[in-house]
């Protein structure tokens, strides 16, 4: 499978001021590194606020002007660039956003889809193919005509999905895509990704909903605290979790109500006050005085990615 998207050792932090003029640097991601490839989706996943977001925007290069970012990111192979990203932004590389608030509120639902079109010569093509992906996610002509309020929440999150696809793109990042919906509209979210996925498409889903994550995607990447702990396939999440390999990807699967339901004490640090080693030390009862000094390493191991220097599986 040809590797569409690669970012490594990425980290993104913002300087901000409090107690009149004093500033201090808020890190949100720290040394992050993954990839994403044809024919697959990757879940990227984290409780709400851990900068799975701000992953996407990087990508895209839409972050705030007050960000500071370190690492690289390849397109394709290619250095990702600003002015790669302007290239491919909303083309090959499109953004299905987290809110269905980022549709105008005061355009027609198939003009805002199609965007802009100064060739009248080409207005009519982009139109029928703007009207042929509506058709095959069930919006019917009358849609077309429609202003976002007069839409329901699946029906928006089509109108979101069918304006990423109008440029054939080969990677799309899907922003917490079912969030607010019914279960019926959930389910034709995640096959319509699945769906995309299967003819070709590399996806980075970014979601908070593990199991959304679990019957999506190939691989799942976990977030904690602004780090990667682990990457893993999707399938490990099977057979009571045996094969996953970090502390805290273990304690997610057991929260699961239809596994243990079983919680774990202690709660995640804020981005003010993360640990000098490993992110996760302090809800960890397997911490050692390396984990308190030293950020471990994400290394492979079994085909997986791990962060951890006592994996649960893995290494005898």
């Known amino acids: ?22 500033q201090r640097k808020l890190k949100i991601l720290s040394d992050l590194s993954l990839d994403i490839y044809e024919n697959e989706i990757l879940a990227v996943l984290g409780a709400s606020g851990s900068g799975k977001s701000l992953l996407a925007h990087a990508i895209l290069g839409i972050l705030p002007p007050n960000a500071n970012v370190k690492g690289e990111m390849k397109y394709k192979g290619e250095s990702l660039t600003p002015q790669l990203q302007e290239t491919v932004r ?3 590389l499109c953004l299905i956003p987290q809110s269905v608030n980022y549709l105008n509120p005061l355009m027609r639902v198939k003009d805002q889809a ?9 207005k009519k093509a982009i139109y029928e ?14 849609v077309d005509e429609m202003y976002p309020f007069q839409l329901s929440g699946g029906m928006a999150r089509k109108v979101l999905i069918s304006t990423a696809l109008l440029n054939n793109p080969d990677t799309i990042i899907a922003d917490e ?3 607010g919906l019914d279960e019926k509209s959930v389910n034709e979210t ?10 070709g498409t590399g996806i980075l889903l970014i979601t908070h909903d593990i199991n959304t994550a679990i019957k999506t995607s190939d691989r799942i990447a976990i977030i904690y605290l602004g780090y990667v702990i682990e990457i893993t396939r999707t399938e490990n999440f099977k057979n009571n979790g045996e094969n996953l390999m970090h502390p805290y990807t273990k304690a997610l699967f057991d929260a699961l109500p239809e ?11 804020s981005y003010m006050h993360i640990p000098k080693g490993c992110p996760y030390q302090e809800n960890c009862s397997l911490k050692t005085e390396e984990c308190v000094n030293e950020v471990p390493k994400l290394r492979e191991l079994n085909g997986n990615m791990i962060r951890c220097n006592h994996p649960l599986t893995g290494e005898e």
């Open 190 to 199: 995640i096959n319509n990704l699945i769906d995309l996925k299967d003819k």
């Open 129 to 142: 193919k703007q009207r042929k992906i509506f058709e095959n996610y069930g919006l019917k002509p009358e």
């Open 114 to 122: 199609v965007g802009n079109i100064e060739d009248e010569s080409k």
């Open 90 to 92: 909303g083309k090959s």
């Open 1 to 22: 499978m040809e590797k569409l998207l690669e970012v490594r050792h990425l980290s993104i932090s913002f300087n901000q001021y409090f107690k009149g003029l004093e």
């Open 177 to 179: 895509p079912t969030p």
């Open 259 to 269: 596994t243990n339901f079983k919680l774990t004490k202690g709660h995640q640090p």
